[in-house]
């Protein structure tokens, strides 16, 4: 079992740049797959980015490749998420979300994903 926990979210103006951390408890966060996802108001929950277990393989969305970058630290039990150049389309309640698996795909769905943490806010301004 894996309990995600999210910080870091937080205004930022159009442009700017934050770093969003998800501390994650339990043994079995190195053999899981970690996702971020986000929900704008009114909107459904998107897939933001993923890592395998081990962080060799990544996976963004279209709308913040070359933008976020996803890593992880297995001695910390860490996952992060630099966002940078942020727009306010940015705006959204950030999730981290963990999978714990043997596979090395690095799931894109909600429902592909078992432990959810509680959501960061992280709001754009123009």
């Known amino acids: 079992q894996v309990q995600p926990v999210e910080s870091g979210g937080g205004l930022v103006q159009a442009g700017g740049s934050l770093k969003l951390s998800c501390a994650a408890s339990?043994?079995?966060?190195?053999?899981?797959?970690m996702g971020w996802f986000r929900q704008a108001p009114g909107k459904e929950r998107e897939f933001v980015a993923g890592?395998?277990?081990?962080?060799?393989?990544?996976y963004y969305a279209d709308s913040v490749k070359g933008r976020f970058t996803i890593s992880r630290d297995n001695v910390k039990n860490t996952v992060y998420l630099q966002m940078n150049s942020l727009k306010p389309e940015d705006t959204a309640v950030y999730y981290c979300?963990?999978?714990?698996?043997?596979?090395?795909?690095?799931?894109?769905?909600?429902?592909?994903?078992?432990?959810w943490g509680q959501g960061t806010q992280v709001t754009v301004s123009s």
């Open positions: 979300a963990a999978e714990p698996t043997t596979r090395t795909i690095v799931g894109t769905r909600a429902n592909e994903y078992a432990y």
């Open positions: 890592i395998s277990r081990g962080g060799l393989w990544t």
């Open positions: 339990g043994r079995s966060f190195s053999n899981s797959v």
